[in-house]
């Protein structure tokens, strides 16, 4: 009988992939672990290797398609099997469906906002509906943040109550029924276009979506007195330049290079809330949030602690680009124990950013202003100034565990030369 190619989970966050590129043709010999596609995940485009063996007999999915995960994307024959006569009708391949919709008027809008179900439940009905629901309260939430119904979900949780990871990622449910994202939105005029979500941006929504309401935040902010570290990057920039050895240095180095130093002393916010307990690492798994065409990627800098300054320097480097091309392995952007995020380079002054589960903090970074500042001998010169906020998890970090945290990191940042040693 046939065996079928399926489309492997290729990280810990998919649900689909897209076929980029088939590898073989029809006809051609596969043998397990042969390099049979490249399938593009929600974080890179990775090498998809047969678990099977045979002969290519059809392809079910064009290269452009979207593919749910364990869905059949080939079918094979074994050696010398005939092709099947009886009891199999080859299935016509799947082709890509189109990312963008065409410009509508206001009108279509309207009626794409709230369309009614072809039960008859109208969105007023599906939201009483979800209200009067067996479901736990972020269930709920979840629901209408999504756009879905609860009616006739078998839910997992006690005396089967629906729970947060019940709730379907999008559609309508049971009865296929939605509700408006955003009220008012039908009021807009003009035309409007609908992009469908990415992978990728469909992973961001649901973690932050979690993330904001599952988890407790709470923020820190500092000032810290940036001259030091821009000095010292100036002089070392210019002993690289003269001696034509490595690439520049950036200010988001040095700050990594704090950060990873602070956690190692301060190892209690590098950990993870588990229910009933709090997992501390041992390791500084540096999570860098690095800005792609189709959303945030965060590859990691694994055993930061132990690295220097210039080895974070060349890694960041290199995992930006390939981050930037779909070319990170999982092992490179999954595991992170702490999150930075640095907008410095757009202008940005000031910002907090949100938690990236399971971790418990993460620090947001903002520009070095020139401005007014107040001396150590009370005299008002120019200065140059870095805010740094700190989103911290209450369930793990208290305030003055983020407070002992931030203070080592001022004093990194405020006396750089004792990070290169």
Known sequence: MPVYVEMPKL???????????????????????????????DKATMEMESFEEGTIYQFLVAEGSKVKIGERLAVLLEDGEEAPKEGFTPEPARVPKAEKAKPTQEKAEVAAVAPQAASGLSASDVEEQNA???????????????????????????????????VPQSGGGATGA????????????GETETILLSGMRKVIA???????????????????????????????????????????????????????????????????????????YRDVNLAVAVAVEEGLVTPVLRGAQKMT????????????????????????????????????????????AIINPPQAAILAVGAIIRKPVVNANGEIVVGERMSISMSCDHRVVDGAVGAEFLASLRRLVENPALMLF
């Open 11 to 41: 990280s810990d966050t998919m649900t689909e992939g897209t076929l980029v590129k088939w590898h073989k043709k029809t006809g051609d010999s596969v043998k397990i672990g042969d390099l049979v596609a490249d399938i593009e995940t």
């Open 132 to 166: 009067r629901a067996k479901a736990s309260p972020l269930a709920k939430k979840i629901a209408r943040a999504r756009g879905v119904s609860l009616a006739g979900i078998a839910g997992t949780g006690p005396g089967g109550r629906i729970v947060a990871e019940d």
């Open 178 to 189: 939605t509700i408006a994202p955003v009220a008012g939105i039908s009021q807009v005029s």
């Open 206 to 280: 649901e973690r932050l979506l979690a993330s904001k309401t599952q988890i407790p935040h709470f923020y820190l902010h500092i000032e810290v007195d940036a001259e030091p570290i821009a000095q010292l990057r100036r002089q070392l920039n210019q002993i690289a330049e003269n001696s034509k050895d490595g690439s520049k240095i950036t200010i988001n180095d040095f700050i990594l290079l704090a950060t990873a130093r602070s956690v190692a002393a301060n190892p209690k916010v590098n950990a993870s809330f588990a229910g009933d307990r709090v997992i501390q």
């Open 309 to 352: 300054l210039r080895q974070i320097s060349d890694a960041v480097k290199d995992l930006a680009v390939r981050a930037r091309t779909k070319k990170l392995k999982p092992e490179e952007y999954q595991g992170g124990t702490i999150t930075v995020s640095n907008l410095g380079a757009y202008g940005i002054e000031r910002f907090a």
